[in-house]
């Protein structure tokens, strides 16, 4: 966990993440490894991702879950949901939530207090992230052995958050990626790189 803009931020393991503000939530892709906990918003990135008892662990009665249209049919643990398509816009509870393409799902860009952050689901580099371009505060950007890490270098020049935060997305920090050397490649971009745990 550390702390931005006044916000918490969590990596639960895996593609789980979490921004808490007081005691409001906005959950992504909860896990087999994240506690239980009452999130007011949760967003699914993809099919993949979708877990119905890490779900059920952090619904509450006011939870809002948000998912792509392919999930239509599921069953959820909640009584509040959207399914929604990329370039989509939301609301939910003042936070305003943006959906893009991502691979075989999507990825959301959120705003929380004038804070925004953009999560990016199971993908690699995007010619369409320029959209986000010096609208992201806080950038969770997946890195892990089954990704390029150039193309974790390459959307986050695109886009120019102030902080990049690369997150494992199901497998793991592998030998693939030398952790110093993504932090020294986009701190030689004036991008600041975190690492939640360190």
Not at 76 to 81: E, K, S
Request: hydrophobic share 40%; net charge negative.
């Amino acid at each position: 966990m550390f702390e931005h803009n006044g916000f918490e931020v969590f990596w639960d393991g895996g593609a789980s993440l979490r921004v808490r503000d007081r005691e409001f939530t906005v959950a992504v892709d909860p896990g087999p490894q994240s506690p239980r906990f009452e999130a007011g918003i949760v967003l699914i990135t993809a099919e993949e991702c979708f877990d119905f008892e890490a779900l059920k662990n952090v619904c509450g009665r006011g939870t809002c879950v948000v998912l792509p249209n392919s999930l239509n049919g599921k069953e959820i643990p909640c009584q509040d949901v959207e399914f929604v398509e990329a370039g989509e816009t939301l609301d939910i509870f003042s936070v305003e939530i943006e959906t893009l393409e991502s691979g075989e799902g999507l990825s959301y860009r959120f705003d929380m207090q004038g804070t925004s952050f953009y999560a990016t689901g199971n993908s690699g580099f995007r010619e369409d992230v320029i959209e986000l371009e010096n609208r992201v505060d806080l950038a969770f950007l997946q890195a892990s052995t089954e990704v390029d890490i150039e193309d974790v270098v390459r959307t986050a020049v695109r886009i120019k958050p102030d902080i990049v935060v690369p997150y494992l997305f199901g497998g793991g920090f592998g030998e693939g990626l030398n952790r110093d050397n993504l932090k020294a490649d986009l701190e030689d971009r004036n991008i600041a790189c975190r690492f939640i745990g360190d």
